[in-house]
């Protein structure tokens, strides 16, 4: 794996780990594989051999759950954001007499997704520097 490169896959099944790879079995009892994925996704590797020197908060698995299914729903639209916005665009063939309100929609469509990625990297690093687990003390996330 080149030092400047930083490709992280999550496998579903047992594969073969060739040279220059590393891989990562987490205890599902401590931390999520999920919650795992995204930290290392955000945190910024300068060099692979670092990953052992790496500290990380681990909140209680309820907590890493709930924070899952918050990055994962996110992720998940940010995905699919090109599709649905192209959808969007196509609706003014069908329906002529709406084509303006429907350009409208789409061009709010497209700032709401620029706010959910921006919410996105926001909630990435409140996550990942504690500040989210300070700001819930007494609160549901």
Known sequence: MKE???YIYQCENEVCIANDVVAITPNETIILSDYLLHFLSWYPIKEWHHLYHILIDIPMIDIQHKVVQLLNTIQLLLKNKESLITAVEGLPQHFDKFSRQIENHSQHLQHGFNQVHYFYDVMLHKIFKGELYKE??????
């Open 4 to 6: 400047t490169n930083k």
């Open 136 to 141: 819930m003390q007494g609160s549901e996330l």
